[in-house]
Nanobody, 122 residues
Framework: QLQLVESGGGLVQAGGSLRLSCAAS????????IVWFRQAPGKEREGVSC????????YYKDSVKGRFTISRDNAKNTVYLQMNSLKPEDTAVYYC???????????????WGQGTQVTVSS
């Protein structure tokens, strides 16, 4: 069974850092693009960052550029989102999702994790 499990969320003060992990089981991430979404209360879900298969391309939402870094460790079958200089507006539930190969294209992401809460206090 294909599963994604996020971890690493928590409560942090503004300016602090967190590293989110998205661990896959039941499949290997090598040929998959992984995206991080987030959803704050009362707001629509938004894409934060994406890494394509073979790490050919990475994408970042403008508001996180220079602060967040997406990476993968194929040996651990895990994708990470390093979040630095966190701001209160980064507060949300963060989800990872996977699909074959590419970040760009359709809006369909077949595989999802359960989400991890990130709260940034001012």
């Amino acid at each position: 069974q294909l599963q994604l499990v996020e971890s690493g969320g928590g409560l942090v003060q503004a300016g602090g850092s967190l590293r989110l992990s998205c661990a896959a089981s039941g499949f290997t991430l090598d040929n998959y693009a992984i995206v991080w979404f987030r959803q704050a209360p009362g707001k629509e879900r938004e894409g934060v960052s994406c890494i394509s298969s073979s790490d050919i391309t990475t994408y970042y939402k403008d508001s996180v550029k220079g602060r967040f870094t997406i990476s993968r460790d194929n040996a651990k079958n895990t994708v990470y989102l390093q979040m630095n200089s966190l701001k209160p507006e980064d507060t949300a539930v963060y989800y990872c999702a996977a699909r074959a190969y590419y970040c760009s294209g359709s809006n369909a992401w077949p595989y999802w994790g359960q989400g991890t809460q990130v709260t940034v206090s001012s």
